[in-house]
């Protein structure tokens, strides 16, 4: 499986190669830019830093979700030099794969409910994670033509 720490070294030459007026297009009103989707994988990274933490060292958590639209609006990546998303990024994301790679083994089987959502294990939330993050880069990549 990917980690995300591959999943960052392999995104970022070609994240650092958009022009600021490709990360910035939006293709349609209601659809992020790049900017606004590495944005929300930022907030993603910080909505999961705490369920990583948490469910870490707590077995049968219940925690919220976000409302991810709210996130990217008020973050104002839009309005962000893409070098600083690119940068935020991957300095969050990097930090987020050593925390993975040190989760105690024991912990990876705890389960957590994100939502009001079924039970899932730690460890499925973690590789979850890595998806997304891989989901949300195509698009990134698809409307950029990267």
Not at 88 to 110: K, T
Request: proline share 5%.
């Amino acid at each position: 499986m990917t980690t995300l720490r591959e999943v960052v070294l392999d995104a970022l030459p070609r994240l650092e190669a958009l022009s600021e007026e490709r990360a910035a297009r939006q293709p349609a009103p209601a659809v992020w830019s790049a900017k606004q989707v590495l944005g929300h994988l930022i907030d993603s990274g910080v909505n999961n830093h705490v369920r990583f933490v948490r469910a870490s060292v707590e077995d049968g958590l219940r925690l919220p979700g976000y409302a991810q639209n709210d996130w990217v609006q008020i973050g104002g990546y839009q309005e962000r030099p893409w070098a600083e998303v690119v940068a935020l990024w991957q300095a969050y994301q990097l930090q987020l794969a050593h925390l993975i790679e040190h989760l105690p083994p024991d912990s990876l089987h705890h389960t957590l409910s994100i939502g009001g959502g079924d039970p899932v294990t730690l460890e499925f939330v973690a590789a979850d994670y890595v998806r997304h993050q891989l989901h949300h880069l195509a698009q990134v990549w698809e409307r950029t033509g990267a």
